[in-house]
């Protein structure tokens, strides 16, 4: 168990340009989640995988998002077009089942 | 939907002693869970412990223990015997209708020593 790996650590991008991140969750753990959070705030839910089927998609991902989890493994969340909104912490969690999640130390993302 | 207020932005505590970290929650679901998260410095959020609504009694975890009051809507963490390693961000969280956990703001845990 080498736990949720997500790369990069720190991302510095510029307004305009598109960014991707990828998460590799554990390698027996079905479910994989997306969060954003923002400074002074709990983790907000974006999106959840099951295998390679994106299952739920919470309407703070917008258009400029996507994700996607090919194989069922690794999973990559692009955000096009990047706006200075977006500027976050990226969090991935994997898990068997929903009653607990396996977080990685997250991708800290800031648009110039 | 739910929603998950914690009402204490900071809280501190002396080691060795017992904390109390408040959490108050609604739901319109009738099964649901609810868990206490921990995040340390290094940002990666850890499982404290977890509690299922239909359960009467509250769940302990070796120092970890929750006072969960349905009617009232209230999951609160106590911390026994703390420790310079409880130093952290601890997120009150519900679940319930879907796979989305919501998150409140967090209280920020220092242990002085």
């Known amino acids: 168990d080498t736990g949720v790996s997500q790369d990069p650590r720190h991302k510095i991008t510029k307004r305009g340009q598109n960014v991707t991140f990828r998460c590799d969750p554990i390698?027996?753990?079905?479910?994989l989640y997306w969060y954003r959070q923002t400074l002074g705030q709990g983790p907000e839910f974006l999106t959840y995988?099951?295998?390679?089927?994106?299952?739920?998609k919470s309407r703070l991902l917008s258009d400029r998002f996507s994700a996607e989890r090919p194989k069922g493994s690794f999973s990559t969340l692009e955000i096009q077009r990047t706006e200075q909104g977006d500027s976050a912490m990226y969090l991935c969690a994997s898990s068997l089942g929903f009653e607990k999640l396996f977080f990685g130390s997250g991708t800290q993302l800031s648009v110039l | 939907a739910q929603t998950v207020t914690q009402s204490q932005p900071e809280m501190s505590v002396q080691e060795a002693e017992t904390v109390t970290l408040s959490c108050t929650y609604d739901?319109?679901?009738?099964?649901?869970?609810l868990f206490w998260y921990k995040q340390p410095p290094s940002r990666q959020m850890i499982l404290v412990i977890r509690?299922?609504?239909?359960?009467?009694q509250n769940a302990t975890e070796n120092r970890f223990s929750v006072n969960f009051q349905k009617a009232a809507k209230s999951f609160s963490l106590k911390i026994s015997d703390s420790q310079l390693g409880d130093a952290a961000m601890y997120f009150c969280a519900a679940q319930g209708g879907s796979e989305k956990l919501v998150f409140g703001k967090g209280t920020k845990l220092t242990v002085n020593p």
């Open positions: 739901t319109s679901e009738s099964d649901y869970y």
């Open positions: 995988f099951q295998n390679e089927a994106q299952l739920e």
């Open positions: 390698s027996e753990h079905n479910r």
């Open positions: 509690q299922e609504a239909y359960k009467q």
